[in-house]
């Protein structure tokens, strides 16, 4: 597949850590990719690797995630949060200087919308940290997500919030959303 095409998917399909890809050297050392901050090295470094050439994807499992209460992500601070945006940045800033002939600027914005709504479960078992995060995307990345840009975080962050009050109508009409809540409120 052209990376190109690959690479304008991301956020709405995620793509394999480290653990299941292969690369080549000289490129993945041209993307600087060991200078970044971010938690999410290899989401920034398959990313950029994408706008440099073709892939191809094998439909065997390659390795197995396990994904438990002492991931790394589960343990994330404001502070590894707003690190981990970096990968956001990186990618977007070396992908300018390509000339991909992709609109950045809407690929950026959703992959922050999408970044925050996946991370929201998380994040919002510490509001406050989350809410931080938030003023700190609105004004230093200059990106102010409301209902209509990003209604799926906003509703998240609606339905945490109020979650004592919405409790009862969440079990009966959104068993997922209230299961979710029930295993991070533990």
Not at 62 to 83: D, L, P
Not at 105 to 121: E, F, G, M, P
Not at 146 to 163: D, E, Q, R, S
């Amino acid at each position: 597949m052209y990376g190109k095409d690959v690479f304008k998917l991301f956020p709405r399909w995620l793509f394999p850590g480290w653990g299941a890809v292969l690369m080549d050297r000289e490129k993945l050392i041209r993307t600087n990719i060991f200078e970044s901050k971010a938690q999410s090295l290899d989401h920034e470094a398959n990313l950029k690797l994408m706008l440099q050439g073709n892939l191809a994807f094998i439909k065997q499992p390659s390795y197995v995630f396990r994904k438990h209460g002492s991931n790394a992500s589960g343990f994330m601070t404001y502070e590894t949060q707003v690190n981990n945006l970096d990968f956001i940045e990186n990618t977007y800033n070396y992908a300018k200087g390509l000339n991909t002939g992709i609109d950045l600027d809407a690929w950026r914005i959703n992959v922050y919308k999408t970044y925050l709504y996946r991370n929201s479960a998380v994040l919002l078992k510490r509001k406050e940290e989350f809410d931080r995060l938030l003023v700190h995307v609105k004004n230093d990345k200059k990106i102010s997500l409301n209902l209509f840009t990003a209604p799926k975080l906003v509703i998240n962050c609606f339905i945490y919030k109020n979650y004592t009050r919405l409790r009862f109508l969440l079990k009966h009409f959104f068993p997922k959303k209230y299961n979710s809540i029930q295993r991070i409120m533990r």
